[in-house]
Structures are given as structure tokens and as C-alpha cells.
């Protein structure tokens, strides 16, 4: 079992950044990959963000967030990070870091999530 846990969130302004991380209780050989998920107020699904490998620097990011965001990992402490630069109030969300076998943007191919931390951005 991986437990994960996310820290970093918080109240911020527009314009201003932020950096999630996402520390994982134990080895994660079994996980190949590390995805950031996020869910807006009022919704039911969560938004692929970015996604890394533990082996290789394979990232995956979405197509609304290159450019702003950067995932990177620290292997000796089983942690993933999320830079969040020039946030918008639409990036308010609940950030979710998940676990799986593969890299994808795909929700269904995580096997073990976090419980999330909080983003607000202020206008």
C-alpha cells in the first residue's frame, strides 16, 4: 500500500505561485509514475495536470498548463513536486497527487491518491 500524502496549498493572489509536493510513505518502484490531478469547486471530476516517472524523466503535462506548471521528483525522498507559476483564480482547486503503473493523463490508470490540499487564488 502507498499512502501519499500533499502539502503546499494555500490562499494566494493572481499572479503570485505556489509549489505542491506529494511525499509518498514508501518505495515506489512498484508506482512507475507520479500524476497532479485537480478538482474545481462544484465538480465531480478530476483534471489531469502533470504527470513524471520515478526511472526516467518522462513528464506528461496537459495542454493548459505548459508553460505555467513544472512537475519534478526527488527519488532519495520518494517526493514529486508541482511549481505553480502566474496562477489564475481558475486554477482554485483541491490538488490531488495520484500513483500508478504507467504515465498517463487518464484518471482510471492511478491506483493509490492523496487526500489533497487546497488551492485558492484570489482575483
Known amino acids: 500500500q502507498v499512502q501519499l500524502v500533499e502539502s503546499g496549498g494555500g490562499l494566494v493572489q493572481a499572479g503570485d505561485s505556489l509549489r505542491l509536493s506529494c511525499a509518498a510513505s514508501?518505495?515506489?518502484?512498484?508506482?512507475?509514475?507520479m500524476g497532479w490531478f485537480r478538482q474545481a469547486p462544484g465538480t465531480l471530476e478530476r483534471e489531469f495536470v502533470a504527470a513524471i516517472t520515478w526511472s526516467d524523466d518522462s513528464i506528461y503535462y496537459a495542454d493548459s498548463e505548459k508553460g505555467r506548471f513544472t512537475i519534478s521528483r526527488d527519488n532519495a525522498k520518494n517526493t514529486v513536486y508541482l511549481q505553480m507559476n502566474s496562477l489564475r483564480p481558475l486554477d482554485t482547486a483541491v490538488y490531488f497527487c495520484?500513483?500508478?503503473?504507467?504515465?498517463?493523463?487518464?484518471?482510471?490508470?492511478?491506483?493509490?491518491w492523496g487526500q489533497g490540499t487546497q488551492v485558492t487564488v484570489s482575483s
Open positions: 514508501k518505495s515506489t518502484f512498484s508506482t512507475h509514475a
Open positions: 495520484a500513483a500508478g503503473p504507467r504515465l498517463s493523463p487518464r484518471r482510471v490508470e492511478y491506483d493509490y
